[in-house]
């Protein structure tokens, strides 16, 4: 990777500070992992007072991200992943699963915490195929043109971009939803977007909702920002993207396999994903054609060539009809 990248993407281990609860540590507790710390550990037991199930919300939110890995890996066919709000690099991580998959996959993580950071360079770090940078997702014109990005993800093709239980932690006043469209708006067509969020309970669960709104300032007490959001909010930061089957839903209800929970209590109800797909829309008085084809163009026969997608779109209204 370039050098300039490296040095410039990590604010060192001194920066890290454990007398404060931080999100990813908690995640990692709640997953069973060690990567984490007394303040931590402590905040995450406050949670659990009032949320006992939060432990599985951690699982059930590790498990979709195996999922979603798997089918844009193995059915859609991507081969490049940028992983935005990483997390510490816990088991089934993107690349572990990928590479399951198609060996040669590259992935880079972005996250802006130090110890995340650290820890995935020194467990995930392969310059040929994976890479790790410390970036805020607010600032996502750094991150589209890092160095590192750059080196591993090429955005002439399609690209895997996931968002999962990132957005969440970004405040109001930070619009979520301006974030999205940066990121969607670099991805070329047939690129894929995946987002898993908090979300606030609907009308078929009423009763969760009073229960939801005091978890969330019990959260956003330790971590500064966390936010139960409305459901066609969410739907939103997919833009006009079309969702894949079974589009948004809970995270149980996405292409569950085996060992997915069923049971529909809180998480269920309040921990919402979905993937979709950047499809090319054609301008008024346009049609797809073949990038082979040969095509009568004001008089003139002309050749029409593209690197991306297998097919171009022409004005109907500069094409020479010939025939009845």
Known sequence: MPEDSRQGSSSGIADIDITR?????????????KDNFTADRAFANTILECAPKAPLGAQAGRAFLRRVVRFLAAEAGIS???DIGSGLPTQGNV???????????HVVYVDNDTMVYTHSMALLSDATRVEVINADIRDPARILTDPTVRSLIDFDKPVGLLMLAV??????????????ASFRDAMPAGSYLAISS??????EAPELQAVTVENEKIVTSGFGSARWRAEEEIRGWFGDWELVWP????????RPDERTRTERDEIY????????????RLPAGAIWVPSSARLPLL??????????PSAVHVDINLLRVEGD
């Open 247 to 254: 589009g948004l839903v809970s995270l149980a209800d996405w």
């Open 299 to 308: 008089g003139k026969e002309v050749s029409l060539r593209a690197r991306q």
């Open 80 to 82: 490049q992943f940028l």
């Open 198 to 203: 908090f979300r606030m309970p609907g009308a």
């Open 269 to 280: 109800h309040s921990f919402f994903g979905g993937v979709a797909r950047r499809i090319n």
């Open 21 to 33: 609860p931080n999100g990813a540590r908690v995640y990692d507790y709640f997953l069973g992992g």
């Open 95 to 105: 690349s572990e699963v990928a590479h399951e998959i198609n060996p040669e996959a």
């Open 167 to 180: 957005l969440h932690h970004i405040d109001d006043h930070d619009d979520p939803a301006s974030i999205a």
